[in-house]
């Protein structure tokens, strides 16, 4: 048990939950209240009762529930911090994968405009070759039809000598 309580009427003695809860299931209905008649009242005299309720108990109680709630609310924080936690890894991971997929699409981009370089000098080179080509056909379509018409006309000049 603990020391009594020193207040100016009377000592106060602090009991235990089961004392507390057994005064109370004892404990008239009434309030105890003396109050001595007299025509003029001033004052009324309360008289302190011994069977006040031992605060120390209830306030054990009270912090016995916030530590309850505490212990609650720090097991949310710890599941909060877990989710964090798991949340922080799975962004890592896009983030990673994220940098992969553009590096590959980097490396294709990169592919590609080699690709349409090289396309584009095989493009200019055909063409030059079909220029060249066009030219050689025409002047060789223009050496072969002025020496059929050179035969022609040598042809018709000899024939015609003959009829």
């Given at each position: 048990m603990r020391e009594p309580i020193d207040t100016k009427h009377e000592n106060l003695v602090p009991m235990s939950d089961k004392q507390y809860i057994d005064h109370l299931k004892s404990r008239p209905k009434e309030a105890k209240i003396n109050a001595a008649p007299q025509k003029k009242v001033d004052t009324v005299n309360l008289q302190l009762k011994s069977d006040l309720p031992d605060f120390s108990v209830i306030k054990q109680r009270?912090?016995?529930e916030i530590l309850d709630e505490l212990k609650e609310q720090t097991k949310?924080?710890?599941?909060?911090r877990y989710e964090n936690i798991k949340l922080?890894?799975?962004l890592t991971t896009a983030n990673q994968l994220k940098d992969e997929a553009n590096s590959k699409v980097d490396e294709l981009a990169s592919e590609i405009t080699t690709i349409k370089n090289d396309h584009r000098?095989?493009?200019e080179r055909l063409k030059k070759e079909a220029r060249v080509s066009f030219w050689q056909t025409a002047?060789?379509?223009l050496i072969i039809g002025v020496i059929t018409g050179l035969i022609l006309m040598w042809c018709a000049i000899i024939w015609g000598q003959y009829y």
């Amino acid at each position: 048990m603990r020391e009594p309580i020193d207040t100016k009427h009377e000592n106060l003695v602090p009991m235990s939950d089961k004392q507390y809860i057994d005064h109370l299931k004892s404990r008239p209905k009434e309030a105890k209240i003396n109050a001595a008649p007299q025509k003029k009242v001033d004052t009324v005299n309360l008289q302190l009762k011994s069977d006040l309720p031992d605060f120390s108990v209830i306030k054990q109680r009270r912090d016995g529930e916030i530590l309850d709630e505490l212990k609650e609310q720090t097991k949310e924080l710890q599941g909060l911090r877990y989710e964090n936690i798991k949340l922080n890894a799975q962004l890592t991971t896009a983030n990673q994968l994220k940098d992969e997929a553009n590096s590959k699409v980097d490396e294709l981009a990169s592919e590609i405009t080699t690709i349409k370089n090289d396309h584009r000098a095989e493009i200019e080179r055909l063409k030059k070759e079909a220029r060249v080509s066009f030219w050689q056909t025409a002047i060789s379509s223009l050496i072969i039809g002025v020496i059929t018409g050179l035969i022609l006309m040598w042809c018709a000049i000899i024939w015609g000598q003959y009829y």
